[in-house]
């Protein structure tokens, strides 16, 4: 089945862009003042697409000036990245794991993918592997409570008990978006839930348009 994963085709596609766009330069800046990184800090990034169409799409390699210290990997094949953003390595994903070591990078950051791993089982996986590569890392995933779900772009549908929305996008045609694999929406409590234990995290709403629309995970190592 084919999936218009980016909704290029949908009538709000323009509209879609240019709020995400604003939302993911605000999540950037975020990123720089909660971990501040130098020009040495080892940055990588989980979740790219080989995806250069759509222009909020891999913003942290655009925006980011230290690319030589910016590591890629996704479950896609984003090798094109490395020629397009000089000095990034890309890394593929396969399995759950990620393929690096324990604590090669000093920097972690996820945006819009914790949504996609799966269950709440592979969230919480996620989230470790994060921990265990990175001494900090930021994660930003949609929020359950925006009244705009922004995949299949249908109003306020998805505030209802979960099996109640999934069946109901089943029945309009989108399976894909209603199988739990593919996307499970998190509220503030239950991303709470997800973060490790082995550090200190800090969760909060980042707002558009004056409604909270993203949830912000940030988590760092403890010391000693």
Not at 19 to 29: G, I, S, W
Not at 52 to 69: A, G, V
Not at 117 to 129: D, K, S
Request: contains cysteine.
């Amino acid at each position: 089945m084919s999936i218009d994963y980016f909704n290029r085709y949908h009538p709000l596609h323009h509209l879609k862009t240019r709020v995400a766009l604003r939302a993911r330069r605000r999540m950037y800046e975020r990123v720089l003042a909660l971990t501040r990184p130098t020009r040495e800090t080892r940055v990588l990034d989980v979740g790219t697409t080989p995806d250069l169409s759509i222009p909020y799409n891999n913003f942290f390699e655009r925006w980011y000036p230290h690319r030589e210290h910016i590591t890629a990997c996704s479950v896609e094949d984003c090798s094109n990245l490395e020629e397009y953003f000089l000095g990034l390595k890309f890394r593929l994903v396969q399995g759950k794991d990620l393929p690096f070591q324990d604590r090669e990078f000093g920097l972690a950051v996820s945006f819009a993918v914790l949504e996609h791993v799966g269950p709440e089982g592979q969230q919480r996986h996620f989230l470790a592997e994060l921990a265990r590569v990175a001494d900090t890392f930021v994660v930003y995933t949609p929020y359950r409570y925006f009244p705009v779900e922004m995949h299949t772009l249908l109003p306020v549908m998805h505030w209802l008990p979960t099996r109640w929305y999934r069946m109901m996008w089943r029945r309009l045609g989108m399976e894909f978006w209603a199988d739990e694999a593919n996307l499970n929406l998190l509220s503030l409590r239950k991303a709470k839930q997800l973060l490790p234990p082995s550090g200190h995290a800090t969760v909060r709403l980042m707002c558009t348009f004056g409604w909270p629309s993203n949830i912000e995970m940030h988590w760092h190592r403890r010391k000693g």
